[in-house]
């Protein structure tokens, strides 16, 4: 097996000082080392740093003069102590041991904007209490952590288990699926609804529903993808988003002839989701470009995997993002784009940011963590497993430049897009990679990769980290501070973080049900050590304790602050005006009656989303006023009726002024 | 005070012979000083001392510049729109345009949709031979596709002398093409030695925002700006992009009018991308203010697609992009109408026809913005006003450039001349100009073309019928270079694998399945990606270039590589 990182150098720093070999960078030039230069964290070092500072700052009056003691020895098993309550403490709580009430002593409480030492103290799946000598009831089971990190449970903002396709179904259903996200620390995940083209959002909604109710173990939301459009279809997210708790829909620009939309209907449901208050998701690849390059690979005789990435090339998806951050700025409609897997689909989004769009990237476990060299490997299977759209990048450089973005603030969510396929599914495809079903796993690996490809290289902090893990996903589908965040009266979905914990990620030990895993033999640092989900403990010393159905759908209210803030300001802002002008008297052209285009034949359906609310152009981009500004704006505009004297004296045809 | 004066000392009338002694000839590259002699609408010499034929009419230039006459390379004379045509035909149009310096137009050929390429070809020639006044060349807009439009194209480019054609992205429903359709064209285009024109603003959006305008009861001509942001035309111009990346070939975007699509083709070139930008006269030299103007008839008559930008900053900007290179040529999109004909739509702008006057004023206007302020000198004006748009069309070195054996189109240019455009002198018919009131420095004095003097003292001796077809040949090295070594880099290659022969699941293909294209098949051309973008190779590093790639279907018992095991983990 030939392992994402090459080779050693033998040695490592030469010709070039130690720091900048190693600084802010993952580079797979450089070997991995426990101890090298000065940028690299010796074990152990950084983190007793950073804990005095806090012990000092924060921990100040503590005064049992507890020692915050790291575990520093990893070669000998990882424990944290967990005391159940005995003898006498157990007579006084009248629960049975399976108590949901749950004490964390020692934690330093990391959440996006800042990092404290603190108790946590748990009841009924909420945080109930934060603080120092907190007072609880007897008999509560008690964690000690040792001063490691306690964040909030990651949320997953894109996965598809249990996917049907072709009368398939994705290899993992909701309960493994969930199991596996527990397991990488990933206490919440909101799937992808997919209804095939003709069938009712409403009731793909609720088969959903039915599924991931009976086998979550964790909680859970969902995204509605809009594979068609038409006015139905418009009521249908009316009653999604008002009854139903869905705020998020996902268009797509790809899959011609099946899922993709025309830049006419993305508009209109733009339009749509902009007055419902929901986030427009979109798949951004060109469909129409991609079915012909499909088309003449396969007629090159380019059957295997290596076909999907060269039919897709990165273009294609930047193309495609620039597109619908057209289209959403027009519509003054929230952006979120999904999958966003190369350097240049980064970019745009990048750019569009720093112009003021309100827009959102979402890279995921595999961009992040792999890129596409894989496509061409000897071994079809393993090839195979590699099939996403878009596609993994097969420049080798993309995975660290999307961590830097990431890290920046540039991107801002992850997800994992975990959607895998076993073989034998995979091998629909066997003789045409366009027939491969898509999707790679990620869910249980997203945050031990991003914590080692962004925290241990320096690019993010632990704070950074919660954020793109966590409370940027709770805030801009606004579940916060429900979700994404340890404070008191958030859900107890918490994960005592080891940032010393290595492993190499294998299918051979996932919990996914597919025989293939991209990270295969990816060596990576840092992973839960104890996952508490609704209060309770499902991960603790390497052990799940997962409860098939255990998770709870979570609605989500539309109009999130975080997104929703500058669109409604936009929205205030602009409305356009019309220049009241002297009626045109002069000669008029005759016309032929051959109809000449202009009129604007818009789609046969009817534009749905026509409010006095309008979308506004961004007026970041130029300092002049588009209404323009005329001294009589005052003046109203009378439309039907003849002015005689308009004002500023009526509009003589012939005058040159 | 005129320095130039005649010494035509035959028969002034018969003589094609020419000489202009004393000027600063500026070609593209370089500028130095050179007698020229002149004779069958051909230079045949320059040099000092030239020995010349006696009678020979003779130019005293005084130092003042020579360049090759300016080329018009978009131009709409005599276009039919809706059972009217637009007020200045060949003759007017080309005599507009000598009298601003240009001795060549390029002009469209837009076939309704539905009717024959061919038959519009052949009626634009009619219309060009009889009335034009200089040399001429027709691009020809592709306003619907299938296989017959394929032939007529392939015809049109071996035995017409065509190799520029346009295609729509916006007008919906009208000119419009899909991606799919624009990658064909592309890829059949690429393959013939052509060169995509693309009229690029983004046609389903526009028509949304139009319809939206309409109900909101903005009627008058601020409604046409209002519904076609910049922001459409620059996403145009990216999709354009990267479809002629995708089918490598050479790309050209008429019409840039606005910042954001200029930025956009500024970094495909520094991406790598073969890509031209023509800016116009119009975005040159005004902005999209008027439209706000209280007068319908001024407000409509800058009407033209896609707009004219509001931001008045714009104008400066793309002057800088053409004098640093980023964009490449300058056209007028010379279309105008009178002010009864933009009236058709004075109760709904979406109704205004579109166009706006810029053919005389063209050589003029770049110079004062561009020259006089000091981005460019005047190497590079004659670059962006002749040069370059004679290396795209391939009618360098016949066009131009000053040199022994081009044509006989030259111009000799008056830095010091101070005029006001008004519609009142213009050569146009139309009523109003765009550029009414402007100042601007620089202009003929002379104008020669095919080796007559078709300007002086301001007066004009034009010849209705002169005007040339100028046939262009496919296959312009100044776009097909580097085409045609990327096309040589970039094989695809499979990887040759042992038969997967695990189990396969059961599915249905009741969707997903094969990508259904358009039913038109796509000419197998094989168009690579850009490997300016990134250094890794596509063929993919593990293949060794010697192993053959397995013959389809047959199935090989003892693979190169060794047998794959699909079941183990490795």
Request: net charge negative; charged share 20%.
């Amino acid at each position: 097996f030939v392992t994402v990182r090459p080779p050693a150098l033998e040695n490592p720093g030469e010709g070039v000082p130690a720091f900048f070999k190693s600084m802010g960078s993952d580079s797979p030039a450089r070997p991995r080392q426990k101890f090298c230069g000065m940028f690299c964290p010796v074990e152990g070092s950084s983190d007793s740093k950073t804990l005095d500072f806090d012990a000092l700052s924060m921990c100040r009056g503590k005064s049992d003069g507890r020692v915050i003691d790291r575990q520093t020895d990893i070669s000998q098993p990882r424990k944290v102590e967990i005391r159940e309550s005995t003898g006498k403490e157990a007579l006084q709580n009248l629960d049975d041991k399976r108590s949901d009430r749950l004490l964390i002593k020692g934690g330093k409480i990391v959440n996006d904007d800042q990092s404290f030492c603190a108790d946590i103290y748990m009841e009924d799946g909420v945080i109930k209490q934060i603080g120092e000598n907190l007072i609880v009831p007897g008999g509560v089971k008690t964690i000690d952590a040792h001063g490691r990190m306690l964040m909030p449970g990651g949320i997953d903002v894109h996965t598809r288990f249990q996917m049907p396709d072709r009368g398939m179904t994705s290899a993992d259903d909701f309960y493994q699926g969930t199991k596996a996200a527990l397991a990488g620390g990933t206490t919440m995940i909101i799937d992808h609804v997919v209804p095939e083209p003709g069938v009712s959002l409403i009731s793909a909604f609720e088969q959903w529903r039915e599924w991931a109710d009976s086998k979550s173990c964790c909680d859970y939301s969902l995204h509605v993808d809009i594979t068609e459009w038409h006015r139905g279809i418009q009521e249908e997210m009316e009653a999604l988003v008002k009854d139903h708790g869905v705020n998020s829909f996902l268009v797509y620009l790809a899959y011609k002839d099946i899922f993709q939309l025309t830049d006419a209907q993305v508009y209109e449901v733009f339009s749509v989701i902009r007055d419902l208050g929901a986030i427009a998701q979109v798949h951004a690849e060109n469909g129409d470009i991609v079915a012909e390059e499909q088309r003449r690979i396969l007629e090159q005789g380019i059957t295997g995997p290596e076909g999907h990435v060269l039919s897709r090339p990165e273009e294609v998806e930047a193309e495609a993002v620039n597109r619908s951050v057209t289209v959403a700025n027009q519509t003054n409609c929230p952006l979120y784009v999904t999958k966003v897997m190369s350097k240049s689909a980064a970019d745009v989004i990048a750019q569009a940011r720093k112009k003021g769009t309100v827009v959102y990237g979402e890279p995921i476990t595999a961009s992040l963590g792999t890129d596409g060299s894989h496509y061409w490997s000897k071994n079809w299977a393993k090839a195979a497993a590699y099939v996403t759209s878009p596609p993994l990048s097969p420049d080798p450089t993309t995975p660290d430049y999307l961590n830097s973005l990431l890290s920046c603030g540039d991107l801002q969510v992850t997800g994992s897009a975990h959607c895998p396929f076993n073989t034998a599914q995979r091998a629909v495809g066997k003789d045409d990679f366009s027939l491969i079903p898509e999707g790679v796993n990620g869910t249980e690996e997203r945050m031990s990769i991003i914590w080692d490809k962004c925290v241990v290289t320096g690019k993010m902090d632990e704070n950074q980290f919660v954020a793109v893990t966590s409370t940027n996903a709770a805030k801009i589908y606004n579940l916060y501070p429900r979700k994404g965040r340890i404070a008191v009266g958030s859900d107890a979905d918490l994960v005592l973080w080891d940032p010393d914990f290595t492993k190499i990620i294998s299918a051979k030990s996932h919990n996914s049900t597919v025989e293939y895993n991209i990270f295969e033999g990816t060596e990576v640092r840092g992973g839960p050590l104890v996952v508490i989900s609704q209060g309770k403990i499902v991960l603790e010393e390497g052990n799940l304790h997962t409860t098939e159905g255990s998770g709870r759908y979570v609605a989500r209210k539309p109009f999130p602050d975080y997104v929703y803030k500058r669109i409604k300001a936009r929205s205030r802002l602009a409305e356009l005006r019309g220049v009241p002008r002297g009626l045109y008297d002069g000669p008029v052209c005759e016309v032929s009656v051959t109809p000449k285009t202009m009129t604007p034949a818009s789609s046969a359906k009817t534009s749905p989303a026509k409010q006095p609310n309008q979308p506004v152009r961004n007026l970041h981009q130029s300092g002049f006023s588009l209404s323009g500004a005329q001294v009589d704006d005052n003046i109203p505009r009378r439309n039907t009726q003849r002015i005689v004297a308009p004002p500023g004296g009526r509009a003589n045809i012939t005058s040159l002024g | 005070a005129d320095m130039c004066c005649l010494q035509g000392k035959s028969n002034q009338f018969a003589s094609d012979r020419l000489l202009i002694k004393g000027g600063r000839i500026v070609n593209d590259d370089q500028s130095f000083h050179a007698d020229i002699y002149l004779e069958d609408g051909v230079i045949k010499q320059i040099g000092d001392n030239l020995i010349v034929p006696g009678g020979v009419k003779t130019i005293e230039a005084n130092g003042k510049m020579v360049i090759p006459g300016g080329i018009d390379i978009h131009t709409h004379f005599q276009m039919p729109y809706r059972g009217t045509t637009t007020v200045d035909d060949f003759a007017q149009g080309s005599k507009a345009a000598l009298a601003g310096g240009t001795t060549m137009i390029v002009d469209h050929v837009i076939p309704e949709p539905g009717s024959s390429l061919m038959e519009a070809y052949d009626q634009w020639r009619q219309w060009a031979d009889e009335k034009a006044c200089c040399d001429y060349s027709l691009h020809v807009d592709i306003t619907h596709w299938n296989d017959s439009i394929k032939q007529e194209v392939d015809n049109l480019i071996k035995e017409k002398g065509v190799n520029s054609f346009q295609v729509y992205m916006a007008y919906k429903d009208y000119y419009q093409m899909s991606n799919s359709e624009l990658y064909e064209i592309f890829t059949f285009l690429a393959e013939r030695g052509g060169i995509v024109q693309v009229h690029a603003e983004n046609g389903e959006i526009i028509a949304e925002e139009q319809a939206r305008m309409l109900q909101m009861g903005i009627t008058g001509p601020e409604g046409h700006v209002l519904s076609r942001p910049e922001e459409l035309e620059a996403e145009a111009v990216f999709r354009a992009i990267t479809i002629a990346s995708q089918t490598n070939c050479p790309l050209y975007v008429t019409r840039v009018m606005s910042k954001s699509a200029a930025d956009i083709i500024s970094q495909a070139r520094k991406r790598g991308n073969v890509v031209f930008g023509e800016p116009i006269t119009a975005s040159l030299g005004t902005d999209g203010t008027h439209y706000w103007s209280k007068n319908w008839a001024k407000a409509a008559s800058f009407v033209t697609s896609p707009p004219l930008s509001p931001d008045p900053t714009t104008p400066d900007y793309l002057n800088t992009l053409l004098s640093s290179g980023d964009l490449s040529v300058t056209g007028s999109a010379h279309c105008t109408f009178s002010v009864s004909q933009k009236a058709i739509g004075k109760d709904d702008f979406t109704q205004i026809p579109e166009g706006v006057n810029g053919v005389e004023e063209r050589m003029t206007l770049i110079w004062d913005k561009a020259v006089t302020t000091g981005k460019m000198d005047e190497n590079m004006f004659v670059a962006v006003t002749s040069t370059n748009a004679a290396k795209i069309l391939n009618l360098y070195p016949r066009k131009g450039r000053i040199a022994v054996g081009s044509d006989a189109d030259l111009v000799i240019w008056d830095t010091d001349s101070l005029r006001t455009i008004t519609a009142k002198t213009h050569n146009s018919v139309a009523e109003y100009n765009v550029f009414e009131g402007m100042e601007l420095r620089g202009a003929p004095l002379v104008v020669i073309c095919q080796g007559k003097i078709v300007l002086e003292d301001g007066n004009m001796h034009v010849t209705s019928g002169v005007g040339r077809f100028i046939p262009c040949a496919p296959y312009p090295d100044y776009a097909y270079k580097r085409v045609k070594a990327r096309k040589q880099l970039a094989v695809l290659r499979a990887v040759p694998r042992g038969m997967y022969d695990g189990p396969v699941s059961e599915f249905s293909m009741s969707r997903g399945g094969t990508p259904s294209a358009s039913a038109r098949t796509s000419p197998t051309k094989q168009p690579v990606r850009n490997l300016h973008q990134s250094g890794f190779s596509l063929a993919g590093p593990p293949t060794p270039d010697d192993i053959p790639i397995r013959p389809a279907g047959r199935r090989i018992v003892v693979p190169p590589g060794g047998r794959s095991n699909i079941t183990s983990l490795s």
